[in-house]
C-alpha cells in the first residue's frame, strides 16, 4: 500500500505543470530546480504538500509558521530534518542543488 501511495504521488507530481527553475551546477551545466526537486523531494512533498505530515506542506504560510523563512532555513532543513524527513547530506544532494531546490519551492508554494 506504501509504495501505491508513493508511486501515485510520484505520478502525479510529474504530471503537474509549474515553473521550473534553474541554477548554475559551477559545472557549466544547468540544473533543472523542478527536475531535482521531484527527484529528491515530490515521493514525499507532491504538489508542495506533505504526505508524513500533512500539518507541514511547503506553502510559504506554513514554512513561516514552522520558522522557515528562506532558502537558507529551507537547506538547513534539507540537511538536519526534524522527525518523519530523511536528511539530505551534500554527497547527496550537492548545494547548488539544495540551493536550485530551495529557490523552486519558494517559487512554487507560494
Not at 551545466?29 to 504538489?47: S, V, Y
Amino acid at each position: 500500500m506504501n509504495s501505491l501511495l508513493i508511486t501515485t504521488a510520484i505520478l502525479i507530481a510529474g504530471c503537474l505543470s509549474a515553473t521550473t527553475g534553474f541554477c548554475d551546477s559551477g559545472k557549466g551545466e544547468k540544473l533543472d530546480a523542478k527536475k531535482e526537486f521531484e527527484k529528491h523531494c515530490a515521493a514525499c512533498h507532491p504538489n508542495g504538500g506533505n504526505t508524513i505530515n500533512t500539518r507541514k506542506p511547503l506553502n510559504m504560510k506554513s514554512l513561516r509558521a514552522n520558522g522557515v523563512k528562506g532558502t537558507k532555513d529551507i537547506i538547513a532543513k534539507m540537511r538536519h530534518p526534524g522527525p518523519g524527513m530523511s536528511a539530505f547530506d551534500e554527497k547527496t544532494i550537492s548545494n547548488k542543488e539544495a540551493e536550485a531546490i530551495a529557490k523552486y519551492i519558494m517559487n512554487t508554494f507560494k
